[in-house]
């Protein structure tokens, strides 16, 4: 059974850092894309980061050069590093990660981990 486990998130001021974790129960690269994923109260949930298999990136306008989606292959984890948080990155957030299943795409999903960003 796939788990995703997140941990790293909490209440950090405008400015400061945090480190998110999502620790795969296996290879992370039994998927094709992993990413992270936000979702604020009464807002829809949105993507963040993603990366492939082969490295590539992608990252929404809002958080271009603010976060870096990254990976150790070793841990089977996958870490999404905020810098310059603003209030408006609070938000619960969760690792997603997709992996092919001809003719369908599986998803899974990590129970999510709080952010809180005061001003």
């Known amino acids: 059974q796939v788990q995703l486990v997140e941990s790293g998130g909490g209440l950090v001021q405008a400015g400061g850092s945090l480190r998110l974790s999502c620790a795969a129960s296996?290879?992370?690269?039994?998927?094709?894309?992993m990413g992270w994923y936000r979702q604020a109260p009464g807002k829809e949930r949105e993507l963040v980061a993603s990366?492939?298999?082969?490295?590539?990136?992608n990252y929404a306008d809002s958080v271009k050069d603010r976060f870096t989606i990254s990976r150790d292959s070793a841990k089977n984890t996958v870490y999404l590093q905020m810098n310059s948080l603003k209030p408006e990155d609070t938000a619960v957030y969760y690792c997603?990660?997709?992996?092919?299943?001809?003719?369908?795409?599986?998803?899974?999903w990590g129970q999510g981990t709080q952010v809180t960003v005061s001003s």
């Open positions: 296996g290879s992370i690269f039994s998927f094709s894309t």
């Open positions: 990366i492939t298999n082969s490295g590539t990136t």
């Open positions: 997603k990660g997709t992996r092919p299943s001809p003719p369908h795409t599986l998803a899974y």
